[in-house]
């Protein structure tokens, strides 16, 4: 999940410097979604992970 948030971010910075506004909002949203998703469930993970 993390990899798909690195690769729309990156595809929000093409877009910007091509001037493609709307799509790179989009994308920048998309991976602020993923990273976000991400972060939550790297934090469940380690609190409900696995336990002797």
């Given at each position: 999940?993390?990899?798909?948030?690195?690769?729309?971010?990156?595809?929000?910075?093409?877009?910007?410097?091509?001037?493609?506004?709307?799509?790179?909002?989009?994308?920048?949203?998309?991976?602020?979604?993923?990273f976000?998703?991400?972060?939550?469930?790297?934090?469940?993970?380690?609190?409900?992970?696995?336990?002797?």
């Amino acid at each position: 999940m993390l990899r798909y948030s690195v690769i729309f971010f990156v595809i929000a910075i093409i877009a910007a410097v091509f001037g493609f506004g709307g799509i790179a909002g989009t994308a920048a949203g998309i991976a602020k979604f993923l990273f976000i998703a991400f972060l939550v469930l790297a934090v469940l993970s380690l609190i409900f992970g696995r336990r002797k």
